[in-house]
Structure formats: structure tokens, C-alpha cells
């Protein structure tokens, strides 16, 4: 929204005496008539020589106010029109707008609220001509505060604003009946928020550019539940997915599907273990069936295919090809001829000749530099920005998993009647400990939460030893999983909270803070390749102030944001290159210095990482190149 500018301002006193000539009446405490030398025409009331009370000015413009006058100012009620076509009709004081009124400019804005010397200030309601319509606070002309906006399509939104955008918390209403409730900047959703769809489906997490981005939960109109990081809308990356028919999968994602290393557990009890494709069971893996059957080998296209072993519920055994799900029995045995005698292979290289190029004519043009990404581990590290590293994964969010794979958190109490009976869980030395839903019980009856220290091994395999609170992991403990992750540090309400010690099965490392099971605060995050971020998290990503140290010794120091460069900050290359500048999506963006090994510097803007825009190159010798 733009800013509105300066209604209409104060007129100059006007007086019946000096430079002024009163046509007829009485001008000095009266009802008369009265001109100006500069042409304005007053006709109404006056009071010891001033217009006081009720009346009527002409400007020499056409410019025309009927109201109330005090000392020879607009002062209480009145209409302004201008000769442009806009009419204010209000309250005046001291020859400025002030009060309650409405304002219509020839464009079609269409203002009715408070005002304050001159300008929209407090509540309103503003139609634009192009069809919006917004009620709510004004500041000083602008639309700030609480308010809702009206778009020309039917669509609203109601919440924040700040300098005239949707900024802050709010609730969007969409043409197709979806809702949305959560963070904006501008018309965007950014940061947290929750996206109920018109046909029943919804996304609870982060938001980036108006896309599913960052940690979040999206259930689908069947039932499908979709849990994990999502990346442009998509899930990517490690996750789980259970279907309304009770199949859940937990493992990796790309494009919002199975992808990599994953496992599937169906609604019949049959569980597949291996590598995934575009949704589907592709590569190496194994089935085990409901009927104790299993299968290790080749999948293709969710069929068994290639080379496998499959062990029946009946106890036989099949070992060799499948094709299209089924085993493929081999043909009787022939006899194995004799072998031919190998044949000598020579192997001979051509040379390899390059020729020189011939000499330019005239200078060699300067090649414009790509400023690029380090990779971890590059052969020959160029001049490079965006940050090729591993993605930081997210700790669990809930460290205690009960057989549904639902977790608990608060008052251990107030889930009890509607669990299975308590199973008892392994322990070593004191009370035998039962669970019942992810939560520990001292008791079978599952009716006194278990709060002391104990080691047990959770419903999962995972073993934790520690404090427990109320049932629930809380206070100081070491929870080994089974996917060979291990923390150590502190807990709450059965979630990883407070500082500690995160090591991965890959040999990743985090030291730091968390929150609610998510990496939170300062920390530093260690990769396998000796790559290391040192700064501040938010939501398990690189947010705030950090440094990040590249496997090559490339070296970034500033501003992160959902874990890319974004703002202001330094990469220091390798091969001595150096980027002093403004950063966005990992590249460099707007205004910088590019200093190169050899002592050429490049001074100016930069967008997408490459030079863009004005611009100085100063090389050693002292020749500069403007553009």
C-alpha cells in the first residue's frame, strides 16, 4: 500500500483590516463581505475584525471552504473542496484537518476516520480505487497496526501491518474457501503458519515465499499424514508418511516422495526395509511378510526384480532371478563346453596433440567472474559462495516414541484411560518400569508416572538412561537409538531441551542449545568432513550471526537466515579471493567487494552471485574500469 501525502494545510489568517477591504456589512463584528488584495473573497461572520463563526472562503484558485472559523482559522465543523476535484468534509482546528472526516480524491481513494494534523491517524476505513478496502489503525498516513484488507477479488486479510504491508501474525481468507493463519512479510507466508486447504487437507509448519518451507506437518484430504523438512512445497529429506490405512513410512524424501534409505510398515503387518525411488521400492532392499515370509534382493517398480532370496512362510526357499514379482525357475543344466583359448588383446593409445592458439589481435577481453559455491571437498577451489554442505538434520523432535508412534508431552495423567494396558519395560537394576504410550509407569496399572532415574530400553530399542519426570524423560540423561544417533544432555517433558550433545550415526556432530527437540540458540554443528558451522539456530537451521568453516579452509563470517547466507557478511576463499558484501539465497546480492588473488578489486552490485549492474574493477597496475 502506498503512503498517502499531505491532505490540505492550514490557510493564512485573514483579517478585515490591513491589506484587505470590507465590500459591504460589517466586517468587524458582524455579518459582511469582505476581500483580500490577493483575491480571496470571504462572506460570513466576524469577530473584532477576524472571520469568526459561520461563513463561507473563495480562493483565487477555486480552492472552497464553508464551515466554522475561530480567530480567522478553519476551526471545528466544514467542507474543503479543492480544485482538483477532492472534497474533505470534518473537523478542523487551527486551520488544519483534525478530528473525524472524510476525504475523496479525484482518483477515487475514498478515506473516512480520524485524522490528525492533516494526516489519516487512529482508526479508518480506505477504499482504493483499484477495489480494496481497509479498516483498521493509520499512523501519520500510513497503514500500520491492527486492520483488515479487502482485496478487489473478495480475499482478506486481517492482522498486522507495517508500513502499509501485512507484517506480523494474521489470518488470510482465500477465494477457494482455504484459510491460512500464521506470519506474513508483504502478501507473502513466511515463518510459522497453518494452511487449511478447502478440500480438508492442512499444513502446520514454516513457511518461505509463500511455500511449505522448513520443519511442518502436512495432512492430506485422504487422511495421509506427512511429517518432516519441506523444501519449496515439497517434503525433502529425512521424514515420515503414514497413510488413513495405518501404512507408515519413515526415512528419506525428495519431491514430496519416498526417496533413498527408507522403511515402510503396512497396515497388515508386512514391513519393507531398503532403497526407494520416486515413491517406490527401487534397488536393494528387503520384505518381510506377514505370513513370516521374507524377501532380500532386488526390487523394481514396487515388484521383487533381478536377483534375490525369498524364504516363504512355508520354511522353502527361493535363491536366484525374479522378473515381474515372481521367481524365475532356471532351465535344466547343460553340460559347460570346453572354453576357447583367449584371444591376445593389444591395446594401443593415440596421442593426444593440442595446438597452440594464434595470438590475439588486439587485448584479450576481461572474462567476467561467476561467483560460485565451495564445494566441501573441491579439487581446485574457485572464487565461489554459495555453500555446496550437508543440510543440518533435525534431532527427533520427541526422544520417547510409543508404539503409534505418537509422542506425549505435559501430565503423563491425563492420557491414561484411553492407552492398552501397560507393557513392562527393560531395566536394569531398581523398579521394574512399565509403558503405556511413549509414557513410564512404576506400577502395571499404569496409574502412578514414574519420576527418579532409571536406565531402560524405550518401545522402539532406543535406551535411555536419566531423569525422568512424571513418566517422561526430564532433567539430565544419554538416549542411544537405534538408528545409532546419541544424545546427551538435557530433556523436558520428554524432549531434548537445553544444552547438549547431539552426535550422529554419520559421524555429524551438535553441541548446543535446544528447544522444544529442535536445535535452538548458539551451538556449533560439525560435519564428517570437517566442515563446521559456529553461531546461532533457530528452528534446526543456521539463523542469526555464525561462521562457517568450508573442508577446503573457505571461511564465511556474518548473517544467516533459514540456513543460507542473507545479509551482510565475508567469504574468504581458499585461493586468497575475498567477498565483502550483501548476501542473499547463499550468493551474493546487492552492493559488495570482490578482491581477487591477484589484487584486482571489483566495488559494486552484484545479483545471483555474478556482477550486475554499476560497478568499478581496479586492477594492480592502477587501471580502472567503470561500468
Known amino acids: 500500500m502506498r503512503?498517502?501525502?499531505?491532505?490540505?494545510?492550514a490557510l493564512l489568517l485573514l483579517q478585515s483590516t490591513g491589506h484587505a477591504a470590507c465590500e459591504s456589512g460589517d466586517c468587524k463584528n458582524g455579518t459582511g463581505r469582505l476581500t483580500s488584495s490577493d483575491g480571496r473573497v470571504y462572506e460570513g461572520q466576524f469577530r473584532n475584525g477576524y472571520l469568526w463563526g459561520t461563513g463561507t472562503l473563495t480562493s483565487p484558485d477555486g480552492t472552497v471552504y464553508k464551515g466554522q472559523f475561530v480567530n480567522g482559522r478553519f476551526h471545528g465543523e466544514g467542507v474543503l473542496v479543492g480544485t482538483d476535484g477532492?472534497?474533505?468534509?470534518?473537523g478542523f482546528r487551527d486551520g488544519v484537518i483534525h478530528g473525524r472526516g472524510r476525504l475523496i480524491t479525484p482518483d477515487g481513494l475514498d478515506y473516512t476516520g480520524e485524522f490528525e494534523l492533516g494526516r489519516f491517524s487512529g482508526k479508518g476505513t480506505l477504499f482504493y480505487p483499484d477495489g480494496r478496502e481497509y479498516a483498521g489503525d493509520f499512523r501519520s498516513n500510513v497503514v500500520e497496526g491492527k486492520g483488515k484488507l479487502t482485496y478487489a477479488d473478495g480475499s482478506t486479510f486481517e492482522g498486522d501491518f507495517v508500513n502499509g504491508r501485512p507484517m506480523g501474525e494474521g489470518v488470510r481468507r482465500y477465494l477457494d474457501g482455504s484459510r491460512y493463519t500464521g506470519r506474513f512479510v508483504g502478501d507473502r507466508r513466511e515463518g510459522q503458519g497453518t494452511l487449511e486447504h478447502a478440500d480438508g487437507s492442512r499444513y502446520e509448519g514454516a513457511f518461505a515465499a509463500d511455500l511449505y518451507n522448513g520443519p511442518g506437518t502436512l495432512t492430506s484430504a485422504d487422511g495421509t499424514v506427512s511429517t518432516g523438512t519441506f523444501k519449496a512445497g515439497l517434503l525433502t529429506g529425512e521424514g515420515?508418511?503414514?497413510?488413513?490405512?495405518g501404512a507408515r513410512y519413515a526415512g528419506g524424501f525428495a519431491g514430496g516422495q519416498p526417496e533413498g534409505k527408507g522403511t515402510m510398515r503396512y497396515a497388515d503387518g508386512s514391513?519393507?526395509?531398503?532403497?526407494?525411488?520416486?515413491?517406490?521400492?527401487?534397488g536393494k532392499g528387503r520384505m518381510t511378510y506377514a505370513d513370516g515370509g521374507r524377501y532380500d534382493g532386488e526390487f523394481v517398480a514396487d515388484r521383487r526384480e533381478g536377483k534375490g532370496r525369498w524364504k516363504r512362510g512355508d520354511g522353502t526357499v527361493f535363491s536366484g532371478a525374479f522378473a515381474g514379482d515372481n521367481p524365475v525357475e532356471p532351465p535344466p543344466?547343460?553340460?559347460?563346453?570346453a572354453p576357447e583359448p583367449p584371444a591376445e588383446v593389444a591395446a594401443a593409445a593415440a596421442p593426444v596433440v593440442e595446438e597452440s592458439l594464434p595470438p590475439s589481435a588486439g587485448p584479450a577481453p576481461e572474462p567476467e567472474p561467476v561467483v560460485t559455491a565451495p564445494a566441501p571437498e573441491p579439487a581446485d577451489p574457485a572464487p565461489q559462495v554459495t555453500a555446496t554442505r550437508p543440510e543440518p538434520q533435525a534431532a527427533p523432535a520427541q526422544a520417547t516414541k510409543a508404539v503409534d508412534d505418537e509422542t506425549v508431552a505435559g501430565d503423563a495423567t491425563t492420557n491414561a484411560a484411553a492407552e492398552p494396558a501397560a507393557q513392562p519395560a527393560q531395566q536394569s537394576g531398581g523398579t521394574e518400569l512399565y509403558s503405556r504410550g511413549g509414557v513410564h509407569y512404576s506400577d502395571a496399572a499404569a496409574s502412578t508416572p514414574f519420576t527418579g532415574k532409571a536406565l531402560n530400553t524405550l518401545e522402539d530399542g532406543s535406551t535411555y538412561k536419566g531423569s525422568y519426570a512424571k513418566g517422561l524423560m526430564d532433567g539430565r540423561g544419554d538416549l542411544q537409538l537405534t538408528s545409532g544417533d546419541r544424545y546427551?544432555?538435557?530433556?523436558?517433558?520428554?524432549?531434548l531441551h537445553g544444552r547438549g550433545v547431539y552426535t550422529y550415526q554419520d559421524g555429524r556432530r551438535y553441541d548446543g542449545s535446544f528447544q522444544d527437540g529442535r536445535k535452538h540458540g548458539p551451538g556449533t554443528y560439525t560435519y564428517p568432513d570437517g566442515s563446521r558451522y559456529t553461531g546461532v539456530f533457530k528452528d534446526d537451521l543456521f539463523h542469526g550471526q555464525g561462521v562457517y568453516l568450508f573442508a577446503d579452509g573457505s571461511r564465511y563470517e556474518g548473517?544467516?537466515?533459514a540456513g543460507l547466507f542473507a545479509?551482510?557478511?565475508?567469504?574468504?576463499?581458499?585461493?586468497?579471493?575475498k567477498y565483502v558484501g550483501s548476501f542473499k539465497d547463499d550468493l551474493p546480492d546487492g552492493q559488495g567487494t570482490l578482491t581477487a588473488a591477484d589484487g584486482s578489486v571489483y566495488k559494486g552490485s552484484f545479483k545471483g552471485g555474478r556482477r550486475n549492474g554499476n560497478g568499478r574493477i581496479t586492477y594492480p597496475g592502477g587501471r580502472t574500469v567503470q561500468g
Open 86 to 90: 477532492r472534497r474533505y468534509t470534518g
Open 559 to 561: 548473517e544467516f537466515r
Open 567 to 577: 545479509g551482510q557478511g565475508v567469504l574468504s576463499y581458499a585461493d586468497g579471493n
Open 240 to 245: 515420515t508418511l503414514t497413510r488413513a490405512d
Open 3 to 9: 503512503r498517502i501525502g499531505a491532505v490540505l494545510l
Open 333 to 337: 543344466a547343460k553340460p559347460v563346453p
Open 271 to 282: 514391513v519393507y526395509e531398503g532403497s526407494w525411488v520416486a515413491g517406490k521400492r527401487e
Open 488 to 495: 546427551i544432555g538435557a530433556f523436558r517433558k520428554g524432549e
